[in-house]
């Protein structure tokens, strides 16, 4: 159940001569009048014409917001480990190249999600990402 308000769905119809009435097209030409063959088809401009550009837009969108997510938490899982590794050579506590590789891990983890078109879930996974190495940063 999406909610759209414009939805196709037809009212459920218990009358089966109601039925028979519905199908019926109220734009056909009864069988005794001719059909000027002059008078273009509206229809056939409509259909000959130009594909759905909404479909192509929403499309495009949903493909800018995967690579988007997917190329955003590979930088910040990249970002991560680095960080880790610097950390890993200096004194520091322990606990902050763990903070900042488990951040990079969860933003790895965003970067898949983003890639497979789960794209809220991975913005929500880059945020905490960058929260958990923001934290190991304040450990330092």
């Known amino acids: 159940m999406s909610g759209r308000a414009d939805s196709d769905t037809d009212p459920e119809i218990t009358d089966p001569g109601a039925a028979a009435a519905q199908d019926t097209e109220p734009d056909a030409v009864p069988d005794d ?16 014409g130009e594909p759905d550009d909404d479909a192509d837009d ?10 988007t997510a997917a190329g955003t938490g590979t930088v910040l899982a990249l970002a991560g480990l680095a960080a880790a590794l610097l950390r890993l050579t200096r004194s520091a506590p322990a606990l902050v190249p763990a903070a900042y590789a488990g951040g990079a891990a969860v933003c790895a983890g965003a970067a898949v999600l983003g890639s ?25």
């Open 33 to 48: 009048e001719p059909i000027d063959a002059d008078e273009p088809d509206d229809d056939a401009e409509l259909d000959a």
């Open 116 to 140: 497979r078109g789960r794209t809220r879930r991975a913005l929500w996974l880059l945020i905490a990402g960058a929260m958990v190495m923001a934290l190991g940063d304040q450990f330092d």
């Open 58 to 67: 929403a499309a495009e969108g949903a493909r800018r917001a995967r690579w």
